[in-house]
C-alpha cells in the first residue's frame, strides 16, 4: 500500500497543489487547515483537490487535532503557517502563535508519533538582505538598511562608499531575519532540524522564494506580489510599487515548488538540509509589473510607483539554487513566460476583491511605511 501523506496547510496556494501532485503519484494524502477566512474567505475547500484527499478542519495549535491527524501517517509536509512580512510587525502574538507554537505543537505529537520523513516550508525571508559583492569582487553580506536611509529614499546598500551589487543567495549565508514573520519561519526550520536529528526523524526545510501560480489566493494583499498585482489589474487600478520598482526577486512556479517537494520526499540525500527553491532568475518589480500588465493586456495602467518603503522589507534576495540541483536533481521546468501565460488563462474568471489600500492604511497608521 502507498504511503499516507499529510499536508498541514493543506488547503493553502503551495499545499493544495502539492496535494493534487502526490495523489498523481499514487500517494494517499490527508490535508489538515483551519480554513482562515483572510486566505481562504468563504470559499472553504479548494474545489479542486482531488476526492480522496481526506480532509481536517482544525488548528496546527491543538494538539489533540493535530494527533487525529497524524494517525498512520508516513510523512509529513508542515505548511501551515501565518503569512505576511507587513502584518506580521503588529500582528506579533498571532504569528509567534500560530508559527512558532504551531510548530512546537506538532513536533511535540512527532515524538510520539514519528514518521519517516517530515518537510517544512522555510521561506527565503529568513536571509533579510541577500548577498553582494563589493567593488573589488569581494562578496559581502551587509545590514538591513537603516530607518535614516530609508527616510532618505536611498534604497540600494553600499559599503564603505561604494555601491553593492546583488547576487545570487546560497544556502550558507547567515539568516538575518528582519520581519516578525520571517523570524517565525526560521524559528520553524531550526525547531524542526533539531528535533528531527534528536529524535531521529528525518528532517528537511525548504527556503521557497516567490512562488505564483493559479489559486493563489487574490484577497490577500500581505503575500504573492504577482496575485495582488493581477487583484488590481483586475479591478481596473493600477498596481501599487514601493520604493522605486528596482528591488530584485526571484519568482518560481507553483508547480516546481511541488516538484521540489516531490523530489524531498524521495530523496535520503535531503535529509537534516536546508535548501533554496526557487526559479535561479531574477527580476525587478518593474519588471514583473509589466509583464503582469501584459499578461492581463492592461499596458494602460501605469504603475504607481510610491517611493513608500515598508518595515521590515529588503531590498535585493534572489536565489543561488545549486545546492537543490546537485542534492535534489531539482530542475526549475516553468518559465516566467509559461507561468505569467497559465496565470493569466486562470484569473479570467476569477473574482478579485483588492484589499491593497487597506493594508497600506493599516501599516501607515502603524507607522510601518515611511
Known amino acids: 500500500m502507498s504511503d499516507r501523506i499529510l499536508i498541514t496547510g493543506g488547503a493553502g496556494f503551495v499545499g493544495s497543489h502539492l496535494a493534487v501532485r502526490l495523489v498523481q503519484e499514487g500517494y494517499r494524502v490527508r ?34 487535532q493535530v494527533k487525529e491527524a497524524l494517525h498512520g501517517v508516513d510523512a509529513v509536509f508542515h505548511f501551515a503557517a501565518a503569512v505576511g512580512v507587513g502584518q506580521s510587525m503588529y500582528q506579533i502574538d498571532h504569528y509567534t502563535d500560530v ?36 567593488g573589488e569582487g569581494n562578496m559581502y553580506s551587509p545590514a ?18 561604494q555601491e553593492l551589487h546583488p547576487v545570487p543567495t546560497p544556502e550558507s549565508k547567515t539568516p538575518s531575519p528582519s520581519s516578525v514573520y520571517a523570524l517565525s519561519k526560521y524559528d520553524q526550520e531550526r525547531l524542526s532540524l533539531m528535533i528531527g536529528a534528536a529524535y531521529n526523524i528525518p528532517t528537511t526545510a525548504l527556503r521557497f522564494f516567490n512562488i505564483y501560480g493559479p489559486y493563489q489566493s487574490l484577497s490577500n494583499p500581505y503575500t504573492g506580489v504577482l496575485a495582488i498585482f493581477s487583484s488590481r489589474f483586475l479591478n481596473g487600478k ?67 510607483v510610491t517611493g513608500e518603503c515598508r ?18 536533481d531539482y530542475r526549475p521546468r516553468v518559465s516566467l513566460e509559461d507561468g505569467m501565460s497559465e496565470l493569466a488563462q486562470w484569473l479570467q474568471d476569477q473574482p478579485a476583491d483588492d484589499r ?3 493594508m497600506r492604511s ?8 515611511l
Open 31 to 64: 490535508v489538515l487547515d483551519n480554513l482562515t477566512e483572510q486566505v481562504h474567505g468563504q470559499a472553504g475547500w479548494p474545489g479542486y483537490l482531488p476526492d480522496s484527499v481526506e480532509r481536517i478542519q482544525g488548528d496546527i495549535r491543538n494538539f489533540n
Open 362 to 369: 493599516e501599516l501607515s497608521s502603524r507607522g510601518l511605511s
Open 238 to 304: 493600477a498596481p501599487v510599487i514601493f520604493e522605486d520598482g528596482r528591488q530584485r526577486r526571484d519568482f518560481v512556479s507553483v508547480h516546481d515548488i511541488s516538484q521540489a517537494c516531490l523530489l524531498t520526499l524521495e530523496s535520503n540525500k535531503a535529509d537534516g538540509e536546508v535548501f533554496n527553491i526557487g526559479s535561479g532568475e531574477n527580476y525587478s518589480i518593474n519588471e514583473i509589473a509589466a509583464k503582469v500588465a501584459e499578461a492581463l493586456a492592461c499596458e494602460n495602467l501605469s504603475p504607481l
Open 311 to 328: 518595515v521590515g522589507d529588503i531590498r535585493h534576495c534572489f536565489a543561488d539554487i545549486e545546492k537543490a540541483k546537485t542534492l535534489l
Open 99 to 134: 508559527n512558532n507554537r504551531g510548530t512546537a505543537v506538532l513536533l511535540e505529537v512527532l515524538i510520539k508519533q514519528p514518521v519517516k520523513k517530515l518537510v517544512v516550508a522555510s521561506s527565503m525571508s529568513v536571509y533579510g538582505e541577500g548577498c553582494y559583492l563589493d
Open 144 to 161: 538591513e538598511r537603516s530607518s535614516e536611509m530609508l527616510r532618505a529614499r536611498q534604497w540600494e546598500l553600499h559599503h564603505e562608499q
Open 356 to 358: 491593497v489600500e487597506i
